[in-house]
């Protein structure tokens, strides 16, 4: 029997087989009785955990008292999303949260096949996830049909807005039929918002969430011994072992991140720089970049990366200590969100073990004390992540099997297998060789251990 009694009972199964065991409150908000099927304006962090929210209150709607979704056709749910990498971790969300529902969901977002998307779409879709231009292409060509639409919704609709999509929403939301239901999830509602909601929405429940409270729990902090002369290095097999989809590096100066930011750029990183002397214009840029994850690595003065907050941040590195125990946990706090865990590593050369001791100890945190990452460890770790790779996973397509089988054919699997390999291998930066430093052992604590 399910412990979550008020969710759809598939959808409760399967958030008990991803390991849930409660619920954040942003998702307890939208299950709330009062809310029933009304329409919702949301505001709830990136990080709350909204994407199982919004999906744990569509599915009342969706399958209208069914326990599962039968001959998909037109599409019954659509989420618009504000950028092609957000759309596709939705998709992925609720791939997941709906599998045992029989849910087939498309995507529809920039940069992406249109023809594979419009075949899809020609297949039947239960629920379609997308980005507002892309949508409206498929609308307007016919593609993407309407008509049995029983819920919409608007996904980081401030950012939507602010990144100038208001004509494709509005063009998006009178296409859909107007007995439907609208939940519009936002970080802020400035008036812009406001006016949104009122012009779509009927008789809308507004729901405050929180969900920042608990986020240092979801943290594991990492101490690394290295020698002065390794710190870089050590950093770039930190980032290799992780390879975290969001990363930041936090310097105290300006300098160091111009430094850091070139010596990345030369190792193949994908990175964008956050200091002082940039315009709120180049500032806008590079946190995009790291939204569509165009960039992965995101270099920081404290100063500079006030008030930013990047979905899928899994990995914190302080390359210098943090001055005071308030800076620690702010930086840190950036990770390990809406129940995902997050890693937050401390570069520590060898004078400088005590005192960072003892700002972990003012801080109230515990960290492990161990060695950074070897060269041997980062390779490894890249062969683990191509034997896990959920592309092995999935079937072959009617459109790859033709080009599948000349491959075969004409390599032979050991030759293919082996060119995959290698294209993997070569696409990552090589992890650098560090010197060996002697193991640590923080006051009453156990020897320290490598990270591996």
Same mark, same amino acid.
């Given at each position: ?92 969300? +609720? ?67 602010? +990144? ?81 989809? !969001? ?17 990345? !750029? ?47 941040? *899994? ?73 896990? *790779? ?44 560090? +010197? ?17």
């Amino acid at each position: 029997m399910s412990s979550f009694e008020t969710i759809v009972p598939a959808l409760a199964e399967a958030l008990e087989k991803r390991g849930y065991t409660a619920l954040t409150p942003v998702q307890q908000a939208v299950l709330a009785t009062e809310l029933g099927a009304a329409d919702a304006l949301v505001s709830a962090q990136t990080g709350s955990g909204k994407t199982v929210a919004f999906g744990l209150a569509l599915a009342p709607t969706l399958l209208g008292g069914a326990e599962r979704f039968t001959d998909a056709g037109a599409p019954l749910g659509l989420v618009v999303a504000p950028t092609r990498e957000l759309a596709l971790q939705v998709r992925r969300e +609720l791939e997941w949260l709906y599998e045992l529902t029989g849910a087939q969901i498309a995507s529809c977002v920039g940069g992406m096949d249109m023809r594979s998307e419009r075949r899809a779409l020609e297949r039947g879709a239960d629920i379609v996830v997308g980005t507002p231009g892309r949508l409206r292409d498929h609308i307007t060509r016919g593609a993407l049909d309407m008509s049995a639409l029983r819920a919409v919704v608007l996904d980081e609709a401030d950012e939507m807005l602010d +990144l100038g999509f208001r004509e494709d929403l509005e063009f998006i939301l009178d296409a859909a039929p107007a007995e439907r239901r609208t939940l519009m999830f936002s970080a802020t509602v400035p008036r812009s918002i406001a006016t949104l909601a009122k012009s779509y929405q009927r008789d809308a429940v507004r729901i405050s969430a929180g969900g920042e409270a608990k986020q240092h729990l979801d943290i594991e902090y990492r101490a690394l011994s290295v020698a002065p002369a390794d710190r870089e290095n050590a950093i770039i097999n930190v980032l290799r072992y992780y390879e975290a989809t !969001n990363a930041m590096v936090f310097c105290n100066t300006r300098a160091a991140v111009n430094h850091l930011t070139a010596r990345f !750029n030369n190792r193949n990183f994908a990175v964008v720089a956050l200091s002082g002397e940039l315009s709120q214009n180049e500032r806008s840029h590079a946190l995009q970049a790291m939204r569509d994850g165009r960039a992965k690595v995101c270099i920081a003065t404290d100063v500079a990366a006030r008030g930013i907050d990047l979905p899928n941040l *899994d990995l914190v590195i302080h390359a210098d200590l943090p001055t005071n125990p308030e800076t620690l946990l702010h930086r840190s706090g950036r990770t390990g969100r809406a129940g995902r865990k997050g890693v937050s590593a401390l570069i520590v050369p060898n004078n400088a073990r005590r005192r960072t001791e003892r700002l972990l100890n003012n801080a109230g945190l515990t960290a492990t004390w161990a060695s950074p990452p070897s060269a041997d460890e980062v390779l490894r770790r890249d062969d683990e992540r191509i034997l896990a *790779d959920p592309a092995f996973g999935e079937p072959v397509s009617d459109d790859e099997r033709g080009f599948v089988e000349t491959l075969l054919e004409r390599h032979g699997a050991e030759r293919v297998a082996a060119a995959f390999v290698r294209l993997c291998r070569g696409s990552r930066s090589a992890p650098e060789d560090l +010197l060996d430093v002697a193991p640590f052992t923080p006051t009453g604590d156990r020897p320290a251990r490598r990270l591996g």
